[in-house]
């Protein structure tokens, strides 16, 4: 398997509850990278990443030096840039040819780089994409209406029963919502982004599909603490 098949997994330098069940998102083929501190979260778990994007302000001496000395790329960015360090992680994943991409650390702490970190999700360059969000308690993704159900127009959930699942249109109205698995079952219909109905579904098994018609909605799949069951299909 070349690096261009590989799952690409970018570590954000946010927040992770649970680095246990973060290592258990993890293939042994993926591919690592990390946005500026996000390597942090993969030393401590042991682990070197293939390459750190961003401008680097996060790293300490020792630690770029470690970097450096592991043969670590370093793509080092100005400072004064338009783009987070996880929007450039994610054009290099997708540049590289990553086809499956998943995030870690990128949920939680302050709430503008938690938006801005799920509308990166929503950009159109990354439709047919498989891109998710997770910090191995909750994962969040888009389902995107108009796709080929080979290419995400049917995206599913692994977890166990009673797990919260919510469906939040972003945006604009999402319509022809179909669902299957979960407990309240949506069947062709239209969620509305003023409107709260979407949210806390609960898995009624181990996996749930969501098709829609048009539109952009957002999935986030919040786990038991107490499960192992930690299978991202990314």
Same mark, same amino acid.
């Given at each position: 398997?070349?690096?261009?098949?590989?799952? %690409?997994?970018?570590?954000?330098?946010?927040?992770?509850?649970?680095?246990?069940?973060?290592?258990?998102?993890?293939?042994?083929?993926?591919?690592?990278?990390?946005?500026?501190?996000?390597?942090?979260?993969?030393?401590?778990?042991?682990?070197?990443?293939?390459?750190?994007?961003?401008?680097?302000?996060?790293?300490?001496?020792?630690?770029?030096?470690?970097?450096?000395?592991?043969?670590?790329?370093?793509?080092?960015?100005?400072?004064?840039?338009?783009?987070?360090?996880?929007?450039? %992680?994610?054009?290099?994943?997708?540049?590289?040819?990553?086809?499956?991409?998943?995030?870690?650390?990128?949920?939680?702490?302050?709430?503008?780089?938690?938006?801005?970190?799920?509308?990166?999700?929503?950009?159109?360059?990354?439709?047919?994409?498989?891109?998710?969000?997770?910090?191995?308690?909750?994962? %969040?993704?888009?389902?995107?209406?108009?796709?080929?159900?080979?290419?995400?127009?049917?995206?599913?959930?692994?977890?166990?029963?009673?797990?919260?699942?919510?469906?939040?249109?972003?945006?604009?109205?999402?319509?022809?919502?179909?669902?299957?698995?979960?407990?309240?079952?949506?069947?062709?219909?239209?969620?509305?982004?003023?409107?709260?109905?979407?949210?806390?579904?609960?898995?009624?098994?181990?996996? %749930?599909?969501?098709?829609?018609?048009?539109?952009?909605?957002?999935?986030?799949?919040?786990?038991?603490?107490?499960?192992?069951?930690?299978?991202?299909?990314?």
């Amino acid at each position: 398997m070349s690096e261009s098949e590989s799952r %690409a997994v970018i570590f954000a330098n946010g927040s992770l509850p649970n680095l246990e069940a973060v290592s258990r998102l993890l293939h042994p083929d993926d591919t690592l990278l990390a946005a500026d501190g996000g390597s942090f979260h993969l030393l401590a778990l042991g682990l070197l990443p293939s390459a750190v994007i961003g401008d680097l302000d996060s790293l300490s001496t020792a630690d770029r030096r470690r970097l450096e000395a592991a043969g670590v790329r370093l793509l080092q960015h100005p400072r004064d840039k338009d783009e987070t360090d996880l929007e450039l %992680a994610l054009h290099y994943a997708v540049e590289a040819g990553h086809r499956s991409i998943l995030v870690v650390g990128a949920l939680g702490g302050r709430l503008d780089q938690t938006l801005g970190n799920l509308s990166l999700l929503a950009d159109p360059a990354l439709e047919g994409l498989e891109v998710r969000l997770d910090d191995g308690v909750e994962e %969040a993704f888009f389902v995107r209406g108009g796709e080929a159900p080979s290419r995400g127009a049917n995206r599913r959930i692994h977890g166990c029963p009673g797990e919260v699942v919510s469906l939040l249109p972003w945006g604009a109205p999402v319509e022809g919502v179909t669902t299957d698995g979960l407990r309240w079952p949506l069947r062709g219909e239209t969620l509305f982004p003023h409107k709260t109905r979407g949210i806390s579904n609960e898995l009624l098994g181990e996996t %749930a599909s969501v098709t829609l018609t048009s539109g952009l909605l957002l999935i986030v799949h919040r786990r038991n603490p107490r499960s192992s069951n930690v299978n991202p299909q990314a």
